[in-house]
C-alpha cells in the first residue's frame, strides 16, 4: 500500500539514489514489488511535472523577450535609432529561451 509517507522518502530519495538502489531500499524495508513499481511511476510523474512548470517559464521568458525586442526595435526605427544591435540580441536569446522551454515541456 502506498502511504504518504513512504512516497514522500521516495522522493526525497530520488535526488541522491537511482531506480535500482531505490527499489532495493524499499524491498529491504518489506514494501511489495506493486508497491515500489507504483511509487517509482509517482516520481517519474513528479519529476516530468517539475520539468513542464520549468518548461512554461522558458516558454514565458523567451515570449517576453521576442516581445520586449520587437518593440524596442521599431521604437528605434520610428526615432532613426540603431536597433540592430537589440533586434539581433533579443531575437537570439527569446529563440533560444522558446527551443529549450519546448525541451523540458515535452520531456525529450
Do not use: N, P
Not at 32 to 58: A, H, M, V
Not at 59 to 75: E, K, N, Q, R, Y
Not at 89 to 104: C, K, Q
Amino acid at each position: 500500500m502506498l502511504t504518504t509517507e513512504i512516497l514522500k522518502e521516495a522522493i526525497s530519495l530520488a535526488q541522491q539514489k537511482s531506480k535500482e538502489e531505490l527499489s532495493a531500499h524499499f524491498e529491504d524495508k518489506g514494501v511489495s514489488k506493486e508497491t515500489i513499481q507504483l511509487l517509482l511511476d509517482e516520481i517519474k510523474k513528479f519529476e516530468y511535472l517539475k520539468r513542464r512548470k520549468k518548461g512554461i517559464q522558458l516558454l514565458a521568458s523567451g515570449c517576453l523577450l521576442l516581445l520586449m525586442g520587437f518593440i524596442l526595435t521599431v521604437v528605434l526605427f520610428h526615432r532613426g535609432g540603431a536597433f540592430d544591435a537589440i533586434m539581433y540580441s533579443f531575437s537570439v536569446v527569446g529563440i533560444g529561451l522558446l527551443f529549450w522551454g519546448m525541451i523540458e515541456f515535452l520531456g525529450w
